[in-house]
Antibody, heavy 125, light 107 residues
Framework: DVQLVESGGGLVQPGGSLRLSCAASGLIFRSYWMSWVRQAPGKGLEWVANIKQDGSEKYYVDSVKGRFTISRDNAKNSLYLQLNALRAEDTAVYYC??????????????????WGKGTTVTVSS | DIQMTQSPSSLSASVGDRVTITCRASQSISSYLNWFQQKPGKAPKLLIYAAYSLQSGVPSRFSGSGSGTDFTLTISSLQPEDFATYYCHQTYSTPYTFGQGTKLEIK
């Protein structure tokens, strides 16, 4: 079974930092784009960032650009999200997600099929 | 950024009902549209990808349609386990954006 297990969440003061980790198992980790998606309490889903298989391409939502950094270590089957300059509005459950991209017949697709259970980040003084 | 607008935001229905949720994109996203189901305290679950492809293991009462800017998720006969929140999600261009969600409640 494919499993993604997040860790590293916690309570942090505004302006502080955290590093989230995601341990992947049951998949050839280096073969997949990976994403982080977050969900603030009682709110909807927000895609945060993703990273290419070899780490050479990274994309972010505007609200975290310059503050968050996505990275990966394929030798360790691990995905990371460094969170700096944290704000109250960053409070959320952060999910590690596998991205799938390809083509079936004439249909191109890109979707997120495997999700971890999430790790909670709370930014508060 | 591409805006995704779902309707309705909430919906009350009964077991056995046929239910349709719509999702509209602010620009064409071809078929890069996916649907998720989320239950309280749980991670989202992929139901439909590429607008109409059923994810493995998902019951056939779920179906998706549409392309371009207008999409629908249909549940043909609601079951008790289907009461949840549903999200559409575009992966045509970053930032990948979700609809605001549709909460499906028991009537």
């Amino acid at each position: 079974d494919v499993q993604l297990v997040e860790s590293g969440g916690g309570l942090v003061q505004p302006g502080g930092s955290l590093r989230l980790s995601c341990a992947a198992s049951g998949l050839i980790f280096r073969s997949y784009w990976m994403s982080w998606v977050r969900q603030a309490p009682g709110k909807g889903l927000e895609w945060v960032a993703n990273i290419k298989q070899d780490g050479s391409e990274k994309y972010y939502v505007d609200s975290v650009k310059g503050r968050f950094t996505i990275s990966r270590d394929n030798a360790k089957n691990s995905l990371y999200l460094q969170l700096n300059a944290l704000r109250a509005e960053d409070t959320a459950v952060y999910y590690c997600v596998r991205d799938l991209a390809g083509v079936s017949g004439s249909t191109y697709y890109y979707y997120m099929d495997v999700w971890g259970k999430g790790t909670t980040v709370t930014v508060s003084s | 950024d591409i805006q995704m607008t779902q309707s309705p935001s909430s919906l009350s229905a009964s077991v056995g009902d046929r239910v349709t949720i719509t999702c509209r994109a602010s620009q064409s996203i071809s078929s890069y549209l996916n649907w998720f189901q989320q239950k309280p305290g749980k991670a989202p679950k992929l139901l439909i990808y590429a607008a109409y492809s059923l994810q493995s293991g998902v019951p056939s009462r779920f179906s998706g349609s549409g392309s371009g800017t207008d999409f629908t998720l249909t549940i043909s006969s609601l079951q008790p386990e289907d009461f949840a929140t549903y999200y559409c999600h575009q992966t045509y261009s970053t930032p990948y954006t979700f609809g605001q969600g549709t909460k499906l409640e028991i009537k």
